[in-house]
């Protein structure tokens, strides 16, 4: 791989587009987002309660949550693929309809195989709603795409820390059934994407801007390309199997090594959760600022000193420690996805999914190979070992340079 190629700020893939952004959409796509990522989260709040009901052993809890990443992280190319070609500006809320069907199954799951059919629905609602609501929020950029991306990305991260607060509020107290009263915030969440798909719609008339962006050429060679694309994979595997360990065992790891109850441990999780969110908001804008590059390799190699602390923490410095964790890894992800669209130009869809949908897929693959280690050792062992997982963030020093972004 080429690593000192640099290119021109004027170079139309890495180019800003000077129009103003669609503040709105943004804030539409995000709320979205945040409905999207709360409900799946509760499922990850809710594993010690499943395994009380059903006796689940932790490799039957990484299973659950292999199936829901598994099933998005298969489709999400797929579909990003597919309306690269044939735009579906409705399709956003047959997505989170999905979603909310397998809410509403798994409040009723009477046995392990229904919690898991809840678990696909639910991943799959995410396939269709993650590389369509990324292609929203580029088109929606103002040619801050970094911004954009950021906005959008916020929105998920803070689902996914107030899930397990609301789980300890309602879920904990109440029983499995009382899952069922998150169908509201899903069905305002299908009422913002149709007002969304409408503005998409419109978008589709501005063919000239349509038919540039297809036809748009990548900087870099071909090689070069392909061997950046495997680099931010391989930094994708190493945050997202790292964030499996985190988010799924967090609260047996607090319970078991501290004697926390469950709602305190899932206050924890919320705490570890809500840093990652406002993590999210720096990565994209400062890459729109300094470039991708910087961004990406602090935020992942940064992290490792802080990973290899952890399992040695008393539980002041546990929180400390997950929340400094939560803030720096968690800019990475909006800069890795503009750096591959930008890599990539045309191909917003497939780029997206590939990346959301590769993400996924090792968060879940990380879920059931760490159950099945947890069950065979110990959770503080799989915590000493994933420590190590944030020191390949050494390989973003193969990534290709680009000069910083035109301000």
Not at 56 to 79: D, K, M, W
Request: hydrophobic share 55%.
């Amino acid at each position: 791989m080429t690593a000192g190629v640099t290119t021109s700020p004027a170079t139309p893939a890495f180019a800003i587009e000077h129009r103003p952004a669609a503040l709105r959409v943004l804030g539409a796509v995000s709320a979205s987002h945040l409905i999207n990522d709360m409900m799946q989260s509760l499922i990850l709040a809710i594993y010690p309660i499943l395994q009380g009901r059903f006796s689940l052993s932790f490799a039957q809890i990484g299973a659950i949550t292999l199936t829901y990443q598994l099933t998005a992280s298969l489709f999400q190319p797929v579909i990003g693929t597919f309306t690269d070609r044939k735009p579906r500006p409705y399709l956003l809320p047959v997505g989170m309809t999905s979603t909310l069907c397998g809410l509403l199954l798994l409040a009723v799951a009477p046995s392990y195989a229904a919690v898991l059919l809840a678990a696909a629905l639910v991943g799959l609602g995410s396939a269709v709603f993650h590389p369509e609501s990324s292609r929203v929020a580029r088109l929606a950029s103002g040619g801050r795409h970094g911004l954009a991306q950021s906005i959008f990305q916020v929105g998920g991260n803070t689902g996914s820390s107030i899930g397990p607060l609301l789980a300890a509020a309602v879920i904990v107290p109440y029983g499995q059934r009382s899952v069922a009263w998150f169908a509201l915030p899903a069905l305002l969440g299908i009422v913002l994407l149709l007002q969304v798909g409408r503005w998409h719609a419109r978008q589709q008339h501005g063919t000239a801007v349509r038919r540039a962006a297809a036809t748009a050429a990548s900087p870099f060679p071909k090689r070069v390309v392909v061997g950046a694309i495997a680099v931010l994979l391989t930094l994708i595997f190493s945050k997202y199997f790292y964030v499996a360990g985190i988010s799924t065992f967090y609260t047996f790891f607090l319970i078991e090594k501290f004697g926390l109850s469950v709602g305190s441990a899932q206050v924890h999780l919320f705490v570890f959760l809500f840093a990652s969110a406002l993590g999210t908001l720096v990565g994209g804008p400062l890459g729109d600022r300094i470039g991708r590059k910087p961004v990406i390799w602090v935020s992942i190699l940064g992290v490792a000193p802080f990973a290899l602390l952890l399992p040695h923490a008393n539980l002041f410095w546990t929180t400390v420690l997950t929340v400094v964790i939560g803030l720096v890894l968690s800019s990475a992800f909006s800069a890795i996805v503009v750096y591959a669209q930008e890599l990539i130009p045309g191909k917003v869809g497939m780029v997206s999914g590939l990346f959301f949908g590769f993400a996924f897929g090792m968060g879940g693959l990380g879920a059931a190979v760490l159950g099945v280690l947890a069950d065979h050792t110990s959770i503080d062992f799989v915590y000493r070992t994933i420590a190590w997982l944030p020191l390949l963030g050494i390989v973003a020093a193969l990534l290709p340079r680009t000069a910083p972004p035109a301000r």
